[in-house]
Each structure stands twice: as structure tokens, then as C-alpha cells.
């Protein structure tokens, strides 16, 4: 059984004061459950605020974002070393944000990844494709691609510290959401391509979230499907209640 993980990204969301009374109430509402691993990925600059926050509690924190390099002239670069340092447990990765506003491509998200794992940071790795993608037909070529491009030198002992995110671009902040069966067609071959890459039995403890528009009214049936371990969730998790409600999704067995 893969334990479930919820992550909020907040994206570039929350100063300081906004950022602790929304810790605040993620804390309040969610602090007790204990079958599910609760993630948040503030800003870089909230990290410290919001790790004070959730200080003793199961929650997680996450950077949104990091550099693959050790240290050294790399302005307006955060390091792996530098997000353990302020209490991180996780990091995303290769966001489509980052790809497609920040030229990032799947190089650099082999190399975040690598860096993340060097030092001890579970990389939180983001693939999907675009509309015009879907529309071609192409989304299993474009995620195999990601997948691979990005998993390139892991080793099949290091993926049980490894999450991946599909993230359809079509569906982040459109309200577009994949319905369960499209997210779990895709986490299927996810997992089949993780099965061919490294063994069956490394890819069974991969968890795979899925992202875009995740929704109070739209998580139990995503959560209901059998590959879909989580979720990675942007606007709705810049509330307390509709953040909580999502954590509290319905569990069915
Ligand atoms: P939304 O939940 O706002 O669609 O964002 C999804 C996302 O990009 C999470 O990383």
C-alpha cells in the first residue's frame, strides 16, 4: 500500500503574514490526520515562517523549486543544501510553470532530481503535456519522454524516494480537470514505463500525484482510482478549508 500525500503549491502566493495564518489553519484543520502525508511548498522566502508553523507537527515542507549546483556564483539560485538547511523534506521539480515561462527542459530536471536525492530531499517531479499535445495524440510520448529524460543515472533503489506529478497543462488553474479515468489512464502507463525502466517491484512504490484544478468536489473520485496515490494542488489549496476538505478526502477501500 503507497501512503497517500497531499501537497499544496502555493506558487508565488502568501507574504509573510498571509503565508503563517494560512499554515496556521492548514495546522488547525489537518494536524490529526495520520493516514495521509500532508506537503506545503510555500514561496522560498515563507519557507522559514511557515516550517515555524508546522514545527511539531506531521506536515511537511516543500520548496517549489531548487538549483542543482553545490554553491557559488549562481544569482537568484537556491541550493539542495540550502532547502535542508531551512527544514525542507521535498522539492518540485520541472514544474510546467518553470518549463514553459523558465525555458526549463527535461536536462535540468534530470539534474534537480539528482540533486535533490544527493541530499536527501524526496524531488517532487512535475510531466504532463499541453493541449495541443492531447490533440495530437502524443501525451504518452511526451510523459515516457519527461519520465525518462528526467530519471536518467537513479538508481531502481532510490525511487521509493521519489514522487511524481502528472500534471496535464490543459488543467492547471483552467478548472479543466482530467476526469479520474483520463488521470489514471496516464498514471497507468507512468508506472508500466517506470516498470520497463527499472523493475516492477521499484515501480509499485512510486507515488503518483495528479495535478491540475484538484478540487474539494473533484478529489474522492480522483483519490478512488488505483493509481493515483495524491494530489498536487495550486488554487485550492490557498484556503484553509478547501486545503483541509482535499486532505480529508473520502477514503474508500
Ligand atoms: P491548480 O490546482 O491551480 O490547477 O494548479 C495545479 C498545479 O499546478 C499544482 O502544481
Same mark, same amino acid.
Given at each position: 500500500m503507497r501512503r497517500p500525500i497531499i501537497a499544496a503549491n502555493w506558487k508565488m502566493h502568501m507574504t509573510l503574514g498571509e503565508g503563517t495564518e494560512l499554515a496556521q489553519g492548514i495546522v488547525k484543520g489537518c494536524? &490529526?490526520? &495520520?493516514d495521509v502525508d500532508i506537503v506545503l511548498a510555500p514561496p522560498f522566502t515563507a519557507l522559514s515562517t511557515v516550517r515555524k508553523e508546522i514545527h511539531d507537527t506531521p506536515i511537511a515542507l516543500c520548496a517549489q523549486n531548487l538549483y542543482w549546483?553545490?554553491? !557559488? $556564483? @549562481?544569482?537568484g539560485e537556491v541550493s539542495a543544501a540550502m532547502l535542508k538547511d531551512v527544514g525542507c523534506d521535498y522539492a518540485i521539480v520541472g514544474h510546467s510553470e518553470r518549463r514553459q515561462l @523558465? !525555458?526549463?527542459i527535461d536536462r535540468s530536471a534530470n539534474k534537480k532530481v539528482l540533486a535533490a536525492l544527493t541530499h536527501d530531499l524526496i524531488p517532487i517531479l512535475c510531466v504532463g503535456e499541453t493541449d495541443a499535445e492531447r490533440d495530437r495524440g502524443v501525451t504518452y510520448v511526451v510523459v515516457d519522454r519527461q519520465v525518462k529524460e528526467a530519471l536518467k543515472d537513479v538508481a531502481a533503489t532510490q525511487l521509493d524516494r521519489i514522487v511524481i506529478a502528472y500534471e496535464p497543462i490543459w488543467a492547471i488553474g483552467t478548472g479543466r480537470t482530467a476526469t479520474p479515468a483520463q488521470a489514471e489512464e496516464v498514471h497507468q502507463s507512468i508506472r508500466g514505463q517506470l516498470a520497463k525502466l527499472f523493475d516492477t517491484d521499484a515501480a509499485e512504490t512510486v507515488r503518483l500525484l495528479y495535478g491540475g484544478s484538484v478540487k474539494p468536489d473533484n478529489v474522492d473520485d480522483l483519490m478512488?482510482? $488505483? &493509481?493515483? &496515490?495524491g494530489a498536487l494542488v495550486g !488554487?485550492?489549496?490557498?484556503k484553509p478549508d478547501s486545503f483541509n476538505r482535499i486532505c480529508g478526502f473520502e477514503r474508500r477501500t
Amino acid at each position: 500500500m503507497r501512503r497517500p500525500i497531499i501537497a499544496a503549491n502555493w506558487k508565488m502566493h502568501m507574504t509573510l503574514g498571509e503565508g503563517t495564518e494560512l499554515a496556521q489553519g492548514i495546522v488547525k484543520g489537518c494536524r &490529526d490526520m &495520520d493516514d495521509v502525508d500532508i506537503v506545503l511548498a510555500p514561496p522560498f522566502t515563507a519557507l522559514s515562517t511557515v516550517r515555524k508553523e508546522i514545527h511539531d507537527t506531521p506536515i511537511a515542507l516543500c520548496a517549489q523549486n531548487l538549483y542543482w549546483e553545490e554553491k !557559488g $556564483a @549562481f544569482t537568484g539560485e537556491v541550493s539542495a543544501a540550502m532547502l535542508k538547511d531551512v527544514g525542507c523534506d521535498y522539492a518540485i521539480v520541472g514544474h510546467s510553470e518553470r518549463r514553459q515561462l @523558465f !525555458g526549463e527542459i527535461d536536462r535540468s530536471a534530470n539534474k534537480k532530481v539528482l540533486a535533490a536525492l544527493t541530499h536527501d530531499l524526496i524531488p517532487i517531479l512535475c510531466v504532463g503535456e499541453t493541449d495541443a499535445e492531447r490533440d495530437r495524440g502524443v501525451t504518452y510520448v511526451v510523459v515516457d519522454r519527461q519520465v525518462k529524460e528526467a530519471l536518467k543515472d537513479v538508481a531502481a533503489t532510490q525511487l521509493d524516494r521519489i514522487v511524481i506529478a502528472y500534471e496535464p497543462i490543459w488543467a492547471i488553474g483552467t478548472g479543466r480537470t482530467a476526469t479520474p479515468a483520463q488521470a489514471e489512464e496516464v498514471h497507468q502507463s507512468i508506472r508500466g514505463q517506470l516498470a520497463k525502466l527499472f523493475d516492477t517491484d521499484a515501480a509499485e512504490t512510486v507515488r503518483l500525484l495528479y495535478g491540475g484544478s484538484v478540487k474539494p468536489d473533484n478529489v474522492d473520485d480522483l483519490m478512488a482510482e $488505483a &493509481d493515483i &496515490d495524491g494530489a498536487l494542488v495550486g !488554487g485550492a489549496s490557498l484556503k484553509p478549508d478547501s486545503f483541509n476538505r482535499i486532505c480529508g478526502f473520502e477514503r474508500r477501500t
